[in-house]
């Protein structure tokens, strides 16, 4: 079994600042790629932030510059910082972890339950 669980999430005013994190835990061989994912009320879900094992990073061009995502690999643990937040910035933020359980094992993805981001005044 493998969990994700988010935490950081709430309410918080136009440009104010949220830290969210998302630890792995259960049977973990090693963890690739690492993730946000957000989705508003009406939209799809779309990529936010991703992190690669070695440390690589890509991100929304909405997030570029106001968000960073960083990881602590010994911890199975993934962050999201996210700065100068916006209304639009407001959705149900999802992690997602492409792990592997076993050395003879690929990949597979998980996915969290989600941790609320409301941006308002």
């Known amino acids: 079994q493998v969990q994700l669980v988010e935490s950081g999430g709430g309410l918080v005013q136009p440009g104010g600042s949220l830290r969210l994190s998302c630890t792995a835990s259960?049977?973990?061989?090693?963890?690739?790629?690492m993730g946000w994912y957000r989705q508003a009320p009406g939209k799809q879900r779309e990529l936010v932030a991703a992190a690669t094992s070695d440390g690589s990073t890509n991100y929304a061009d909405s997030v570029k510059g106001r968000f960073t995502i960083s990881r602590d690999n010994a911890k199975n643990t993934v962050y999201l910082q996210m700065n100068s937040l916006k209304p639009e910035d407001t959705a149900v933020y999802y992690c997602n972890a492409d792990i592997r359980r076993t050395p003879w094992s690929g990949g597979m993805d998980y996915w969290g339950k989600g941790t609320l981001v409301t941006v308002s005044s």
């Open positions: 259960g049977s973990i061989f090693t963890i690739n790629n």
